[in-house]
């Protein structure tokens, strides 16, 4: 399968070929870079809504839920969800899937688990590339599981245009709910496992936490469920809804999206330009030579930075202002 | 520049495998075992849970896009159950590039016909775990 077939297969909907884009996007193979270029101008119908929360809360469980519900209006979903991966030997083992029984079976339903291959935010590297190309498949909701938060992983608020937050009963006084983290991301609130003692205290303590949250024109809002039954999908998918129609009629989606874009250029040209100074260490004899002479007190790191860095400083301004003749 | 495009797209594949139990044998402590093994040994493992049907394990292939499909059983339902995955992932053209194999309790008179099935290897009872760990490192597929 070449690169341009693959995005050809993708376009006209071979499930095959929508997975094994995903794979060279993980394993960002060689041309995948071409790959989610070529998928970027089909992009844009999907609806992304990111389901975070602390291990055990139930995410699976009720992504299971909504990917179901969603499949009932006609629907086609994907689901991207993310375990984390071993910091000894980078292998992992991705559970998430075995929670999805609703929908087993349905192509319709695109279950893609994937290793955080050692990202720390709670989703990995090739997650919004991952999306993309759901997106360019024509994937009408894509559902994106994060790893089991805790209180810091918060990538997916940079990911998904509606972050749902699961919060379980009794998980903390009101200190915790004061805290900064995964409880300022939050578009709703899910209290799951609301048959379980302690649910109503919950729910009073994160509306305490809301009250007076008065940023931008969203408040946002607190839903009950049980995600073993299905209690309380419907209303969560009718906030979902009612959070979506906001995003478009603020101008919010469109502002999300264009930090979204802004971020991406930034962090392929990071990526580039570290790759471009790794080889121009390695073109002036290497890291450990300038480490010996570091070490030697024969320079400094600031110099070092400064001597590889100017050659290239130099380049960016000749480009800018042309030599004149 | 060539030279520089290459180094940008490093690869950093990770060899992807189902542990699949498949039908309505209920013992899954050899796909736990195997589940854990395959992650000390550096893959991406999806475990399927119990009780998956072909489709289900057809399903799950396809989409997580797996180098490997490692299937218990332990029932000795194989005879049936193979041919209907190996149908399933033929239809999505899944299976000339995914390594099966097989574990649990396959009667020796068995596994010939399994291995025309379209099995690549059999990992029966008292296996070394590092074998079987040798051989999808050897066999996984080059894509």
């Known amino acids: 399968m070449t690169d341009g077939d693959l995005v050809a297969d993708l376009l006209s909907g071979e499930y095959r070929a929508l997975a094994r884009t995903i794979t060279k996007i993980e394993n960002r193979s060689s041309g995948y870079r071409e790959l989610v270029a070529d998928l970027h101008e089909h992009t844009g119908s999907a609806e992304v809504i990111g389901i975070t929360g602390s291990p055990g809360a139930g995410k699976s469980t009720l992504v299971d839920k909504l990917a179901k519900a969603y499949r009932d209006e006609g629907l ?30 349905d192509m319709d339903t695109f279950v893609r688990s994937m290793s955080a291959r050692g990202q720390l935010g709670g989703l990995s590297t090739a997650t919004g590339d991952a999306i ?116 478009e009629s603020s101008g919010t989606l469109e502002a999300k999206a264009r930090t979204r874009y802004a971020e991406e250029v930034r962090t392929l040209l990071r990526e580039d330009a570290g790759r471009l100074l790794e080889g121009e260490i390695d073109r002036r004899g290497g890291i450990e030579e300038f480490v010996d002479r570091i070490s030697a007190k024969e320079t400094d790191p600031y110099t070092v930075a400064d001597e590889i860095i100017t050659p290239l400083e130099r380049c960016l301004v000749e480009e800018e202002t042309p030599p004149q003749r | 520049m060539e030279e520089v495009e290459m180094s940008v797209e490093e690869d950093q594949r990770a060899i992807r495998c189902l542990v699949a139990k498949v039908g309505l044998d209920g013992h899954d402590r050899g796909a736990h075992v195997i589940s854990r093994a395959f992650r000390d040994a550096g893959f991406e493992v999806i475990y399927s849970g119990l009780h998956n049907a072909p489709d289900e ?87």
């Open chain 1, 76 to 105: 086609t979903v994907g689901v991207i969800a993310v375990d984390p991966s071993s910091p000894y030997t980078g292998g992992a083992v991705l559970g998430d899937r075995i929670r999805m029984a609703s929908t087993t079976g």
């Open chain 1, 132 to 247: 993309k190309a759901f997106d360019a498949f024509g994937i009408d909701r894509v559902i994106v599981e994060t790893v089991g938060a805790g209180q810091n992983e918060v990538d997916i608020v940079r990911t998904a245009d509606t972050v749902a937050v699961l919060v379980q009963p009794e998980s903390g006084d009101d200190i915790q709910m004061l805290k900064a983290g995964i409880l300022e991301i939050g578009d709703v609130f899910v209290v799951n496992k609301a048959d379980m003692p302690g649910a109503d205290r919950t729910v009073k303590q994160l509306s305490e936490m809301l009250e007076g949250r008065e940023n931008g024109e969203w408040t946002p809002e607190i839903v009950e469920t049980v995600s073993t039954s299905g209690e309380g999908i419907e209303t969560l998918i009718e906030t979902f809804t009612s959070h979506r129609t906001f995003l």
């Open chain 2, 57 to 143: 394990i057809v399903q799950a292939a396809v989409q997580e896009d797996v180098d490997v499909l490692g299937i218990s059983i332990l029932s000795g339902a194989h005879n049936t159950l193979i041919p209907k995955i190996v149908a399933g992932l033929e239809e999505y053209g899944a299976f000339e590039d995914t390594l099966i194999i097989l574990g649990g309790v396959i009667p020796d008179k068995d596994k010939e016909p399994m291995r025309e099935a379209g099995v690549d290897a059999i990992f029966g009872p008292g296996t070394p775990m590092s074998e079987t760990i040798e051989f999808v490192r050897e066999n996984a597929p080059e894509r």
